[in-house]
Nanobody, 132 residues
Framework: EVQLVESGGGLVQAGGSLRLSCVASGRTFDGYGVGWFRQAPGKEREGVSCIEINDGSTYYADSAQGRFTISSDNAKNTVYLQMNNLNPEDTAVYYC?????????????????????????WGQGTQVTVSS
């Protein structure tokens, strides 16, 4: 199983940016799908973005579209989430999750979030706080 460690969270003012990192150990991300989720206090966990490592297909939740960018550096076994124009509603613990696709493709953001929630390995999370 792959082990995941997130980093890059912190406190930022509204309108600012952060870049989160998810580093894999134990094995590479080859053949995996990787996603970012978040959970705010008192709210359910929600999917933010996914990437299919081998072909680079990306998927975004509506809340992330146009502001967040997911990418991967396969040489570093790292997936990034660049978050721009942050607002207080983005405050949450952000988690990355990795899923061995076994040749499958996600086809949609809904499917990638559902599959990751069911089958993925998870990191410990990193706190993002956006002040107004």
């Amino acid at each position: 199983e792959v082990q995941l460690v997130e980093s890059g969270g912190g406190l930022v003012q509204a309108g600012g940016s952060l870049r989160l990192s998810c580093v894999a150990s134990g094995r590479t991300f080859d053949g995996y799908g990787v996603g970012w989720f978040r959970q705010a206090p008192g709210k359910e966990r929600e999917g933010v973005s996914c990437i299919e490592i081998n072909d680079g297909s990306t998927y975004y939740a509506d809340s992330a579209q146009g502001r967040f960018t997911i990418s991967s550096d396969n040489a570093k076994n790292t997936v990034y989430l660049q978050m721009n124009n942050l607002n207080p509603e983005d405050t949450a613990v952000y988690y990355c999750a990795a899923d061995r696709l076994g040749g499958l493709t996600y086809e949609s953001s809904d499917y990638c979030f559902t599959r990751l929630a069911l089958f993925a390995s998870w990191g410990q999370g990193t706190q993002v706080t956006v002040s107004s």
